[in-house]
């Protein structure tokens, strides 16, 4: 038997093309970067599979109108852009549902020290929970949402997704609806004031202040959103440039986060929990993915506390994730802007498919053809 270690699994070749599973299905080949083929597992626990086998493809999602209407693929996750395109083909169908992701703009408070793997607050910029407030009081976030995901998401104030059971009620949540006036406010409550007449604030202390915002690249839309936050901020006179002056190659940004890159003082971000609700992975105070290396003892007090004994009383748990996304809501660490709606596209020949937040793939072995 040949031993891998645990760092060599992901590259190894036995775990690529020969993996062990449970599932309906097993891998029959695969072609690295384009497709991986897989075949019926007669034996599957649940029962034989309708399909004698499916083909997994990688497709770039603005191809995605042209393969559906060449036959070329069966079902995929879309963007909201190719919606209107995909609905005008008579061959499929959309549909969505409330998913477990959500976009925000996360914040610089210091650097991870990778010798310890703890993160250390040591960059104050974004010190002023007022400073913090103002910038999502600048955004708004509905016209965003309608301009560049086409309605498909909804204006999301916590970091729980609403879909988990232990999502906060919105009444018990501060809803920072769009008001510049309100921002304004804000920063000049907590000595965010234009003193030198150009029509951006100076900080307390009365020196320049300015925010390098990243965003990675991708879609077209990516640009336009990245345009319309930068210009929010400027609209309220806190200077905002784009980090390197443009979009960010997709593995070169998350490289930066890694590297808490100087570039990055504000950065978007977006984030899919798994089925449990626990937030701490990216919002506990040493997680690797606190990529804003937000540091603090009550944050950290609430998140054990929704992991601890106490919380296998499903009411107790519910109780400390409303109170941990209160704390949250007021604080803004990050600044929460949405929850996209999971949008699928299907052929109608492709029957049996149940969706649901966690995606596509519950009970595949009931697909079946109907031409």
């Keep these: 038997m040949k031993v891998f270690a645990v760092k060599d699994l992901e ?26 083929e897989l075949e019926r597992f007669d034996d599957y626990w649940k029962g034989k599979p309708q399909l004698d086998g499916v083909i997994v493809k990688v497709i770039d999602p603005s191809l995605a109108t042209g393969a559906f209407q060449n036959g070329e693929i069966d079902i995929m996750d879309i963007r909201p852009q190719s919606v209107k395109e995909l609905e005008a083909l008579g061959n ?24 310890t793997l703890k993160n250390v607050a040591d960059f104050d ?3 002023a929970k007022e400073l913090r407030q103002a910038l999502l009081y600048a955004i708004n976030r509905p016209a965003m949402i309608d301009a560049f995901l086409e309605g498909k998401a909804t204006v999301a104030n916590t970091v729980i997704p609403t879909t988990f059971w232990t999502a906060a009620p919105e009444s018990e949540l501060n809803q ?3 008001n510049p006036e309100k921002a304004k406010e804000l920063l000049a409550s907590a000595g965010y004031v234009d003193k030198d007449g150009d029509g951006f604030v100076e900080d307390p202390k009365g020196q320049p202040f300015k925010i390098s915002f990243g965003h990675y690249a991708g879609s077209a839309a990516f ?6 936050i930068v ?18 190659e997709f593995n070169l940004y998350n490289d930066m986060k890694d590297n808490d890159d100087a570039a990055l003082e504000a950065f978007f971000g977006a984030w899919s929990t798994g089925a449990d609700p626990d937030p701490s992975g990216l919002w506990g105070n040493d997680a690797e993915w606190n990529y804003g290396r937000w540091v603090d003892p009550k944050n950290q007090e609430l998140l054990d506390k929704g992991l601890s004994e106490e919380a296998f009383d499903k009411e107790k748990r519910m109780a400390t994730y409303v109170e941990w996304q209160k704390y949250f809501n007021e604080e803004l660490p990050a600044l929460p802007l949405w929850e996209n709606l999971d949008l699928y596209g ?18 595949v072995y009931k697909w079946h053809i109907k031409e």
């Design 125 to 127: 910029k974004f010190n």
């Design 176 to 178: 920072y609806e769009f």
């Design 11 to 36: 590259e190894s070749k036995q775990v690529r093309e020969n993996p062990v599973g449970l599932g309906p299905f097993k891998v029959k080949k695969v072609v690295d970067g384009e497709y991986s």
């Design 92 to 115: 499929v169908r959309i549909e969505e549902t409330n998913g477990v992701g959500y976009s925000y703009i996360g914040l610089r408070f210091g650097h991870r020290d990778k010798a």
């Design 223 to 228: 640009e336009g959103r990245a345009q319309a």
């Design 346 to 363: 299907i052929n109608n020949r492709l029957q049996g498919v149940h969706v649901n937040a966690v995606g596509f793939q519950t009970d």
């Design 231 to 248: 210009q929010s901020w400027n609209d309220i006179g806190v200077k905002t440039e784009l980090a390197t002056g443009s979009l960010i």
